[in-house]
Nanobody, 116 residues
Framework: QVQLVESGGGLVQPGGSLRISCAAS????????MGWYRQRPGRQRELVAV???????NYTDSVKGRFTISRDNAKNTVYLQMNSLKPEDTAVYYC??????????WGQGTQVTVSS
């Protein structure tokens, strides 16, 4: 059973930055494409950033140029650096395997709130 533990969320002002992390266990982490998903209030969960096993990345349009996904295979960890945060980035953020349809069980997520 794969375990995913997200951390690092919090309250940040508009324009601020935050880095969130996700530690994975019980898998050969390095072989999987990983993604960061988010669920904004009243909306469905969406995939916002993807990183392949070789380090190629892709982002949804709304976060391009502001968010950066990275991974450390030695630590079985994937990161999301979020800059120039906007109130509409407020969400619970989750990591999981990508693409959609290949996911494991979800972790608890980490809440990111962007507000002044």
């Amino acid at each position: 059973q794969v375990q995913l533990v997200e951390s690092g969320g919090g309250l940040v002002q508009p324009g601020g930055s935050l880095r969130i992390s996700c530690a994975a266990s019980r898998i050969i982490f390095s072989i999987y494409t990983m993604g960061w998903y988010r669920q904004r209030p009243g909306r469905q969960r969406e995939l916002v950033a993807v990183i392949t096993s070789k380090g190629s990345t892709n982002y949804t349009d709304s976060v391009k140029g502001r968010f950066t996904i990275s991974r450390d295979n030695a630590k079985n960890t994937v990161y999301l650096q979020m800059n120039s945060l906007k109130p509409e980035d407020t969400a619970v953020y989750y990591c999981n395997r990508a693409p959609i349809g290949t996911m494991w069980s979800w972790g608890q997520g980490t809440q990111v709130t962007v507000s002044s």
